[in-house]
């Protein structure tokens, strides 16, 4: 590759187009730089936290809980979120260009340049930061800030040399959660714990599903992440299956140690059986195909049931 271009499939994107691209940028290019529906799962989790660990709180001294403290966790998280996919866009620009799925987004199409991209990633980590250690605590800052360190220093080089990397992505995945536990509770608790592991657990499926899709994209830019490396894909499959199985017996924990009752285990019951018949389907080799497909949908649906479900039987609204 030529060190003034960015190479994709047919052609290569001459660094003068990409210098002279800010001047045609328009608000949804930088929008989409922040991949609003991935941050907007974010939001929503921390959200989810901040809500479950609310019925808990009789007898625990943790800071006062508030409309507005709310509304700053979902602020910083969203800041925070939006930054972090800039920078992995920033950081991934070489690789986006080469592959179908990604050559559209705006630094690859040569609708952002490089030094936007950056300069507005940090700034709106800086911003979620500020915004969360200021107004609400700083361990909620403290989480968004080691979900920065693991997404940005850890999962995204990763890619490039470590058929792990899926499994570092949720660990990054899963800390906003306990951005919006640890807001309304001070600390977190056994239920904050066991909801970090429900969305670490729920990204593997969700995620392998996605990547045995899109594996021949992945292998043209040499990421060796396991769809890649498994070329029948049984492994695939039968570790998305295994992360399922524990997925579902961790969402019935709530009920086991009390956290939650009868109405909220039916639903997990229910939900995770269906997400497990899914998963089971991607094992068999023959359509395997249609199998991803379905079992991402399903990963889709089966997440913001479970959370919801969660969420009501906590506030007794069951």
Same mark, same amino acid.
């Given at each position: 590759?030529?060190?003034?271009?960015?190479?994709?499939?047919?052609?290569?994107?001459? +660094?003068?187009?990409?210098?002279?691209?800010?001047?045609?940028?328009?608000?949804?290019?930088?929008?989409?730089? !922040?991949?609003?529906?991935?941050?907007?799962?974010?939001?929503? /989790?921390?959200?989810?936290?901040?809500?479950?660990?609310?019925?808990?709180?009789?007898?625990?001294?943790?800071?006062? @809980?508030?409309?507005?403290?709310?509304?700053?966790?979902?602020?910083? !998280?969203?800041?925070?979120?939006?930054?972090?996919?800039?920078?992995?866009?920033?950081?991934?620009?070489?690789?986006?260009?080469?592959?179908?799925? /990604?050559?559209?987004?705006?630094?690859?199409?040569?609708?952002?340049?490089?030094?936007? $991209?950056?300069?507005?990633?940090?700034?709106? @980590? +800086?911003?979620?930061?500020?915004?969360?250690?200021?107004?609400?605590?700083?361990?909620?800052?403290?989480? +968004?800030?080691?979900?920065?360190? @693991?997404?940005?220093?850890?999962?995204?080089?990763?890619?490039?040399?470590?058929?792990?990397? !899926?499994?570092?992505? #949720?660990?990054?995945?899963?800390?906003?959660?306990?951005?919006?536990?640890?807001?309304?509770?001070?600390?977190?608790?056994?239920?904050?714990?066991?909801?970090? !592991?429900?969305?670490?657990?729920?990204?593997?499926?969700?995620?392998?599903?996605?990547?045995?899709?899109?594996?021949?994209?992945? $292998?043209?830019?040499?990421?060796?992440?396991?769809?890649?490396?498994?070329?029948?894909?049984?492994?695939?499959?039968?570790?998305?299956?295994?992360?399922?199985?524990?997925?579902?017996?961790?969402?019935?924990?709530?009920?086991?140690?009390?956290? @939650?009752?009868?109405?909220?285990?039916?639903?997990? +019951?229910?939900?995770?059986?269906?997400?497990?018949?899914?998963?089971?389907?991607?094992?068999?080799?023959?359509?395997?195909?249609?199998?991803?497909?379905?079992?991402?949908?399903?990963?889709?649906?089966?997440?913001?049931?479970?959370? #919801?479900?969660?969420?009501?039987?906590?506030?007794?609204?069951?």
């Amino acid at each position: 590759m030529n060190p003034g271009t960015v190479q994709s499939y047919e052609t290569a994107v001459p +660094a003068e187009l990409l210098a002279g691209a800010a001047a045609r940028a328009g608000f949804s290019d930088y929008l989409e730089l !922040t991949k609003p529906r991935l941050s907007l799962l974010s939001v929503l /989790t921390a959200l989810v936290g901040y809500l479950a660990a609310l019925p808990g709180l009789s007898g625990v001294e943790g800071p006062v @809980c508030s409309g507005w403290t709310l509304l700053a966790v979902l602020v910083g !998280t969203a800041l925070a979120a939006g930054g972090v996919a800039a920078l992995n866009q920033w950081l991934e620009a070489d690789t986006d260009a080469r592959m179908s799925r /990604t050559r559209d987004r705006p630094i690859p199409s040569g609708k952002v340049t490089t030094g936007s $991209a950056f300069v507005l990633g940090w700034s709106l @980590c +800086a911003a979620g930061l500020a915004l969360l250690f200021a107004e609400v605590n700083g361990l909620s800052a403290g989480f +968004a800030l080691a979900t920065m360190i @693991c997404y940005l220093a850890i999962y995204t080089p990763a890619k490039r040399w470590s058929r792990w990397s !899926t499994e570092v992505g #949720a660990v990054a995945g899963a800390l906003p959660p306990l951005i919006g536990w640890t807001a309304a509770e001070g600390r977190v608790s056994t239920l904050g714990g066991i909801l970090f !592991t429900v969305l670490l657990l729920w990204q593997i499926p969700h995620f392998m599903a996605i990547a045995w899709t899109y594996r021949r994209d992945y $292998a043209a830019v040499s990421f060796p992440m396991l769809p890649v490396r498994d070329a029948g894909g049984a492994k695939v499959a039968g570790w998305s299956f295994a992360c399922t199985l524990i997925l579902v017996a961790v969402t019935l924990l709530p009920v086991e140690l009390g956290y @939650c009752g009868a109405a909220y285990g039916l639903v997990a +019951a229910g939900l995770g059986g269906w997400f497990l018949w899914r998963a089971g389907g991607f094992l068999r080799p023959a359509g395997r195909e249609a199998a991803a497909r379905r079992l991402f949908f399903a990963s889709i649906i089966y997440l913001p049931l479970l959370l #919801a479900a969660l969420v009501v039987d906590r506030m007794g609204w069951f």
